[in-house]
């Protein structure tokens, strides 16, 4: 049994940072992909970002703002974003799956989210 639980949300203004965590309370290994998802109000959920045994991904509206790592010994896993922009306000999730290679949403579990919102 995995779960996930985010935290580290909240109201920041325009150009600010926010580190958003990610805690795995069962046991993952290596193989383990994790990812950060976002929703915002009215769009589709965006996948922004995942870290696996191949490397990092980051979506491209985010790529160079938001860093993916990760924490063993605390089995957490952290999502920084700087430069936050107001098309950043939106429910930040992460993922897990049991595999070096991730299609789309194959995720096995989802935290419940946290709530990011960027001021102007």
């Known amino acids: 049994q995995v779960q996930l639980v985010e935290s580290g949300g909240g109201l920041v203004q325009a150009g600010g940072s926010l580190r958003l965590s990610c805690a795995a309370s069962g046991r993952t290994s290596s193989t383990y992909t994790m990812a950060w998802f976002r929703q915002a109000p009215g769009k589709e959920r965006e996948l922004i970002g995942r870290?696996?045994?191949?490397?990092?991904y980051y979506a491209g509206s985010v790529k160079g703002r938001f860093t993916i790592s990760r924490d063993n010994a605390k089995n957490t896993v952290y999502l920084q974003m700087n430069s936050l922009k107001p098309e950043d306000t939106a429910v930040y999730y992460c993922?897990?799956?049991?595999?070096?290679?991730?299609?789309?949403?194959?995720?096995?579990?989802w935290g419940q989210g946290t709530q990011v919102t960027v001021s102007s």
């Open positions: 993922a897990a799956r049991q595999s070096c290679l991730v299609l789309g949403d194959e995720y096995d579990y």
């Open positions: 870290i696996s045994c191949r490397g990092t």
